[in-house]
C-alpha cells in the first residue's frame, strides 16, 4: 500500500507530463472502443435493412444475388416469378403474409419498385420500424407514385407533382420513356437510411399498365398507346414478380417452408433467410473492420510507447530520489515496483477518461449519427469485447513500465549518492 501511495503522489507531482501521458491514452481508448462501437453498430444496421421478413424468394440464382436486387436494388434477376408460382406460395398454411416486388424500370437512375400497398405495413427496418410518411400517403390511384427520401431532396419533388418513368434501369432513358402514363407523386417516404430512400414505389398494376405495348422489351410499332384513362378500366393483373418478402405464422416452419420453395417443382425458386444472407455478405465486405482495429491498436501502441518515454526520460532526473528511496530503506524491489505501479496508475486514469467519453459521446452524437447516416450505435453495457480490450490495454501498459523499472531497479545506490547537484 505504502508503495501504491507513493506511485500516485509521484504521478500527481509530475502534473503536466502525466496529464499528457493520461490524455493520449483516453484519446486511444475512444478510438479503439469508438470503432468497436462502429463495426458493431455498422454490422446491426446492415443486416437490419430488413426486418421482419422470414424469407425472400426470387429466381434460383445466388442468395447474395437475390439479396442484392431484392433489397439493395443492385443488379438484376436472371428470371422472373409466376404469379402461379406467387399465389402457390400465398397458398401455403406456414404463411401469414406476401408482399411481392417488380423491378426493371427508373426514374432518372433510381429504380423503380412495384408492389403491394402492403410493402408500407409489412416492410420494416432496424429495431423493426415501419415505413413512415413525411408527406402525403401510399397509392391509391394506379397512376400514384410513392418516393424515398433522398430522390424527394435531390431532385426537389413534393406531393403533386408530376413524373416519368423509363422502360430499364440505366440512367438514361434512350427515347424509352413511358411519357404517355405520367405519375403523380401522392407520398414521399420518411429517410429511413434504407435502399428504400433512393425507391420509387409503384402499385404491381401500375407495372402492367405501363408495359401494355411492351411486351417484346420495345414498344411495339402495331400498338397504340393506351391513355392512361382507358389503361384504368383495364383489367391488370400482375403476370410476374422479381421477388417475394415472406412472413410466416411461427418462425418455427422457417426451414420447412424454405425447402418445400427450393424443391418446388414447377419453376426454379430460391428461398433465403435474410439474416443468414446478410452474413454471408458482410463476410465478403467487412474486412475494412479488421483495418479500423489494426489503425486503432497501433494508435494505442503509440500512447504507451509515449508512456514509456515519459517515464523513461524522468529517470534522469529522479536518480537523486531513487537513491534516498534506497537509502531509508527501499529495496531494489520496492524500486521495481513503484515504477511498474505508476505505469499502472497512468493506465488506469487514462483507461477510465477514455471510457467515459466514449459513452458520453454516444449520448450526445447518438441522435445525429442516426438522422444522418442510419447507423444505430446502441448504448448498452460494454461486452465482453470491449473488457477483453480494456484489459489488454491495461496488460500492455504495465508490461511496457517495466522496461523503465528494471532501469530503474538497476540503478545503484552509490550511483545515486554520487550526482552532483
Known sequence: MIILRLAFKSVINRKFTTLLTIFSIAVSVVLILGVEKVRTGARA?????????????????????????????????????????????????????????????????????????????????RRNIKLGFTEGHAFQDLFDTVIGAEIAKTLGYKVGDKIILAHGTGPVSLNKEHGDTPFRVSGILASSATPVDRAVLVSMEAIEAIHVGWETGDFQKDKVAQSPQILRKMKLNPKAATALYVGLKSRMQTFSLQRWINSYPEEAILGILPGVAFGQLWALIGNVEKVLFLISAMV??????????????????????????????????????????????????????????????????????????????????????????????LGASVLAGILPAIRAYLTSLSDGLMIKF
Open 45 to 125: 444496421s446492415f443486416t437490419n435493412t430488413i426486418s421482419g421478413t422470414d424469407l425472400i424468394v426470387g429466381s434460383r440464382s445466388g442468395g447474395i444475388q437475390l439479396l442484392l436486387y431484392s433489397i439493395f436494388h443492385i443488379g438484376d434477376a436472371t428470371a422472373n416469378i409466376t404469379w402461379k408460382t406467387v399465389e402457390d406460395i400465398r397458398k401455403r398454411k406456414e404463411v401469414d403474409w406476401v408482399v411481392p416486388i417488380a423491378l426493371g424500370d427508373s426514374h432518372r437512375g433510381y429504380r423503380v419498385v412495384g408492389t403491394s400497398r402492403d410493402y408500407f405495413s409489412k416492410f420494416r427496418y
Open 300 to 393: 494505442v501502441f503509440t500512447a504507451i510507447l509515449g508512456m514509456v518515454i515519459s517515464i523513461l526520460a524522468s529517470l534522469n532526473e529522479r536518480r537523486r530520489e531513487m537513491a534516498i528511496l534506497r537509502a531509508m530503506g527501499a529495496s531494489p524491489i520496492e524500486i521495481f515496483t513503484l515504477l511498474a505501479a505508476e505505469a499502472a496508475t497512468i493506465a488506469v486514469f487514462g483507461v477510465i477518461l477514455g471510457f467515459v467519453a466514449v459513452y458520453g459521446a454516444i449520448l450526445l452524437v447518438q441522435p445525429f449519427i442516426e438522422s444522418l447516416t442510419g447507423l444505430y450505435i446502441e448504448i448498452s453495457t460494454p461486452g465482453w469485447r470491449e473488457f477483453l480490450t480494456i484489459a489488454a490495454i
